[in-house]
């Protein structure tokens, strides 16, 4: 008997939960359809010149919008994944960028500053929903070993979509009205991403990627209900409250990776921001390496949440990180920064958030060395559990 067999017998789920059926075309739809979002959620800021000039703002009425629209992401988020729960992931995923879109087009009209601040807010409110169901999806539509690889995939699309849009969406910039047509432009190719969900995505289900559930039915793998109380007991997972307050391998490895990368941003962030040089280059170099550092994150931290939650729970566990915890986060950032920008410049307040900072954070993250284990190990015996109990039903 060669080794896949014997694997297979020991583990009957392995082969189904390590080939998800339309796995990588569901992967292409998500990330087409985030790179949409992301694109229309960011494009007030780069057509503000132009839309600062025709409704007479500042940088004050900018950071008004862009504060308005983390708050509303902070219920929005969670309330999209329960929808979900409701009428499906495609069904949230179809109705959160198309009614991003027509909001995006409803503030291309805008006459004031009122009706764009309320617009783009509801705006950022709709398009958020994506953000913590794709990761969902995404941990059901790959098992452990390969979310690295996929989360990979996902977040190098989106950066790379960016780098080529940014120069695409600043051509609006010198039109009359620019803003307008792209706010436009942009919310309707929202609603055509909304029917290319509905046409070509297909929701794997909850814990298909799991081996001990992969091979059962549907009803089967998720019996636990979702309730307020189960959400809330996330943080009484250690793995996820350390991942919350810090925010390729298996186990300790992935840790290794998430902490190496916060240490080696402090260390290039020191180079880069404590010294100065003669050319604008040398910057560019720090700034691309820092990039690179950054861009580690998501294949490592997403597998890790996704390795200690419970299947039926990961939406709400993502739309927690990525709208409350990241809205904290940035709340307590602009805070931060502007208090030692006043006191100690705009170095010091590099040394302090970008080096200082992130080698805690990096030192926090040690404590993932004896909870992420521990917590996997947890997960995979409810998993078996269930599965035991579902093919003694």
Known sequence: MDASASTASVQPGAAQAANVPHRWRNLAVLSGVSV???????????????????????????????????IASVPAGPFWVWLSSKIGRRGALVATTVTGGLFGIAAGFSQNFVQLLICCTLMSAAVIGGSPIAMAVIADSFADEQRARANGIFFGTLQLAAIVLAPVMAVFVG???????????????????????????????????????????????????VTVASVVGLFRIPTYTVMMVSRLMPSRGRVLVLQLAQILFAVIAFFGTQFRYETIATYAVFWALLGACQGLNPPVNRPIVAGVVLPELRGQAYAIWLTVFETI?????????????????????????????????????????????????????????????????
């Open 175 to 225: 039109l009359e009205d620019g803003w307008r047509w792209a706010l436009w432009t942009l919310g309707g190719v929202c609603i055509v991403a909304g029917f290319v969900v509905a046409a070509f995505f297909t929701d794997p289900g909850i814990g298909s990627s799991e081996k001990q559930l992969a091979d059962l039915a549907n009803e089967d793998r998720t019996k636990a209900k």
């Open 36 to 70: 949409v979002d992301n694109t229309e959620a960011g494009l007030i800021n780069t057509v503000f010149p132009t839309l600062a000039a025709a409704l007479r703002l500042d940088s004050g009425h900018l950071g008004i919008i862009a504060a308005l629209g983390k």
């Open 329 to 393: 986060a940035w709340a307590l950032f602009s805070l931060l920064a502007g208090s030692l920008a006043a006191t100690l410049g705009i170095q010091g307040v590099f040394l302090w958030v970008l080096v200082i900072l992130m080698i805690v954070n990096g030192l926090l993250l040690s404590v993932l060395y004896v909870t992420y284990p521990r917590d996997t190990a947890r997960i995979g015996q409810q998993l078996e559990l269930r599965r035991r109990q579902a093919l003694a039903d």
